[in-house]
């Protein structure tokens, strides 16, 4: 079977209670995602589901949040469970839609996965820039700090 997990306020609305096969995680998709909020999340899918290990875990997210969220589930996930990233259909439709939407978020990521080690590209440090320039620090290339 399959088990829904939302993943934000604990009750967006009043009104809204989840269904069967589905649960809501008290947990901020945009702040930080490492070992303690991916163990958070296979405990609560162990507990609201009955899942362990083995099973498949399938991520939906904003584009802007999937790279560092795969990322991190990479790391940190134990052996048995799977990590199966979807991204939107059209990852650049998607960018598109969001970078306006998101600005601050979208560069927060993009300050994060600096943070995480991540080598970017060159289009994705563009990108970066052409959101906010200077956002790397001074003209050494120096990035400032995320603290």
């Known amino acids: 079977g399959a088990h829904l997990v939302l993943t934000g306020p604990a009750r967006p609305r009043a009104d809204l209670a ?5 649960s809501i995680l008290a947990l901020d998709p945009d702040g930080p995602f490492d070992q303690g909020e991916c163990a958070v999340l296979l405990e609560h899918a162990r507990t609201a589901a009955g899942l362990v290990p083995p099973f498949s875990l399938l991520l939906v997210s904003r584009g802007y949040l999937s790279r560092r969220l795969a990322v991190c589930f990479r790391a940190h996930l134990p052996h048995g469970v799977s990590f199966l990233p979807c991204p939107p259909a059209d990852v650049d439709a998607a960018c598109r839609e ?5 600005q601050a978020q ?16 060159g289009d994705s440090l ?3 820039d052409a959101l906010q320039p200077g956002w790397r620090g001074d003209d050494k290339g120096e990035l400032p700090s995320l603290s």
């Open 18 to 22: 989840p269904g069967d096969n589905e």
């Open 98 to 102: 969001e970078a306006p939407l998101f």
């Open 106 to 121: 979208v560069l927060a990521e993009v300050k994060q996965l600096v943070a995480l080690g991540l080598d970017l590209d």
């Open 126 to 128: 563009a990108a970066a």
